[in-house]
């Protein structure tokens, strides 16, 4: 993957603030950085989280990301994956007079969430938990203040963002070095050679990157950082 005559069809799908249609997301230029080191031009094209899935069996696309290995479509056999770009850390909110602060204090307590938002499988498969499904992150902070929920799964920055623009702020306690989930993201290519060799391509410019300081990643905390080049 090492020459430029063709551009690599790239699958993704529209996320606030990490994948946008103008380029600008997190993901857009940390996308575009790993395929700079690869030294091969890369057509992002956005869809549907459906669409760009089946992009890949039909052929239309060589890879898409972000993905995550709950969402991953079909047997597992059929793809590759690079290792982590990102991790997605689930954090836990719960009010500072409760004195929760573990998911082992909430059996028989309600936990906020939010449709569509992946915890992994060691959160949704947990039945001890009984979770309450909200539209978004304002919902279940407004009902944790309320008292409506004993605690709310959330991630960073979305859930931190609506905490820190609330005015009752200083009662809601979270510990972003102590996730309860470390969920890995990453590309998926096809299962075949040309796959393969895809996903090592990308495996050696995260490596690279890695290297250099621009990208940051611990598998123990679920700290990320991308540092886009200047």
Partial sequence: MDDTKDSVKIGSFFISRLIEEDGTG?????????????????????SSKNRVRRGITNGQLDGYFPELWENLPGEKTQYVVSRPIFYKRVILFTLKSSGLTKLSDFENKLLGAVESFSYGKGIMSNPHLALSFQQDDIANIKLLLNGRLSGVLGGYPGTVIVVKGNNR??????DLDKPVAIIE???????????????????????????????ELNEETGFSRFNPPE
């Fill in 185 to 215: 993201s990453f590309y998926v290519c096809k299962n075949n050679p040309d796959g393969v060799k895809l996903c090592n391509s990308i495996n050696k410019a995260i490596e690279s990157l890695l290297r250099k300081g621009v990208l």
């Fill in 169 to 174: 702020t200083n009662e809601i306690h979270y």
């Fill in 26 to 46: 997190l993901f857009n230029k940390l996308n575009n950085a790993l395929f700079i080191e690869m030294n091969k031009n890369v057509e992002l094209n956005l």
